[in-house]
Nanobody
Framework: QAQLIESGGGSVQAGDSLRLSCAASGRTFSTSSMGWFRQAPGKEREFVAA????????KYADSVKGRFILSRDNAQNLVTLQMNNLKVEDTAVYYC?????????????????WGPGTQVTVSS
């Protein structure tokens, strides 16, 4: 079973940038779409961004559109979420996840592997 490990989280100020990475093991990476979700204290886990297996299709939550950029390197089994102009409301634990399918999906139930998460804290 594929394993996912996130890195790159930290504490920054509003307006700063962070780059999250997700390293994947296993042979299914290049045939699976990948996604990022986040969960703030007391809130449900929510969709942030997803990318198709080939990397040609992406989808973003409205709250991050224009600020976050998702990319992948299938040769390196790596997914990267570039987060720019961070806001206080972006504070959450960010999770990388592998999807059951190769197309972009916003549906959390279609994600079958999850990383342990990385904390992002944005202060004003």
């Amino acid at each position: 079973q594929a394993q996912l490990i996130e890195s790159g989280g930290g504490s920054v100020q509003a307006g700063d940038s962070l780059r999250l990475s997700c390293a994947a093991s296993g042979r299914t990476f290049s045939t699976s779409s990948m996604g990022w979700f986040r969960q703030a204290p007391g809130k449900e886990r929510e969709f942030v961004a997803a990318i198709g297996a080939s990397g040609s299709s992406t989808k973003y939550a409205d709250s991050v559109k224009g600020r976050f950029i998702l990319s992948r390197d299938n040769a390196q089994n790596l997914v990267t979420l570039q987060m720019n102009n961070l806001k206080v409301e972006d504070t959450a634990v960010y999770y990388c996840a592998r999807n059951l399918y190769d197309f972009v999906s916003l549906t959390i139930s279609t994600y079958v592997n999850w990383g342990p998460g990385t904390q992002v804290t944005v202060s004003s």
